[in-house]
């Protein structure tokens, strides 16, 4: 099938070009004995998932022969923190390297240190099932939920075929932005029609619950609602209307960036959203 080209967007190329260095090590008690090759260095994109280096992971850590029992039993952690292996790699960086880097006064922590177990797996904390085919039906699920919440059915991805579908996920896979965008742009395009709502998850610190309300990306009046009204939606002690007396308590980051909080709601999500088609924005409090 042939491939066609992405339109011309700058902004989603910068962005699906992100990528963030991963150094891998094991745990120095899961395995029988040293890898010759104590760490693993991953150059990741900042869109793909870590489902998707479980393989690399694995071959380094456990060689080519490893069984199923490393596969079912491997998970990454942070500092301690077991990492969503069904969060985009970008936002989990996001949430647990400069989110907080910042509350601690620290740097942002580049490489980006994960250690990886093979055994002993979180089922409490993380979902069982981390394989790539599994990470393929959650995103896929959350592409659904997304559209849902733009046009209040799940008609306009259903409607797409299922090569079209899986052009998206393969277009991730292989991290090529023409196969990817070129079908993505018809689901944030939205043929032209004005969501019903934004798409959007906000990620507090501390392990606050992820704030998802349906918001519109138009006020009362039908005028384009800017990122900074959907945060003072969201969390109105944290971010005030501006009206050049109060300051924000915290800064929204998206992609690891500051967006302009003036900027059009709608705009912001159909030009920063993640490959999932939601905006994904962390939170760092001052």
């Not at 079209?164 to 393969?170: E, G, I, N, R, S």
């Amino acid at each position: 099938m042939a491939i066609g080209i992405a339109p011309y967007n700058p902004i989603a190329k910068v962005i699906w070009d992100g990528s963030i260095p991963i150094l891998f090590s094991d745990n120095g008690v899961d395995l029988p004995a040293k890898s010759p090759n104590a760490s693993l260095l991953i150059e990741a994109p900042r869109c793909s998932y870590l489902s998707q280096l479980t393989s690399r992971v694995l071959h380094h850590f456990c060689g080519p022969a490893h069984g199923p029992d490393e596969e079912a039993e491997l998970w990454f952690d942070y500092n301690g923190i077991p990492l969503k292996w069904h969060y985009p790699i970008g936002l989990l960086y996001d949430i647990h390297g400069l989110q907080a880097a910042t509350r601690s006064s620290s740097e942002s922590p580049l490489p980006w240190k994960v250690t990886a177990h093979f055994r002993d797996f979180p089922a409490d904390k993380l979902i069982r099932r981390q394989a790539v085919d599994s990470c393929q039906d959650y995103y896929m699920a959350m592409i659904k939920e997304a559209d849902y919440l733009r046009n209040g059915s799940t008609k306009r991805i259903m409607n797409m075929s299922k090569a079209d579908q899986m052009q998206l996920w393969d277009g991730l896979q292989s991290n090529n932005y023409d196969q990817f965008w070129s079908m993505n742009h018809k689901l944030l395009a939205n043929e032209g029609t004005i969501a019903k709502s934004l798409p959007v998850r906000i990620y507090l610190p501390d392990n606050c619950p992820i704030i998802q309300e349906p918001v519109s990306p138009l006020d009362n009046d039908g005028q384009p609602r800017t990122l900074g009204q959907i945060l003072h939606m969201a969390v109105p002690d944290l971010f005030p209307l501006d009206d050049g007396e109060s300051p924000t308590a915290a800064t929204a980051l998206i992609h690891g960036v500051v967006p302009d909080l003036s900027a059009s709601a709608l705009w912001i999500a159909q030009n920063l959203s993640y490959p999932d088609t939601f905006l994904h924005i962390v939170i760092v409090l001052h």
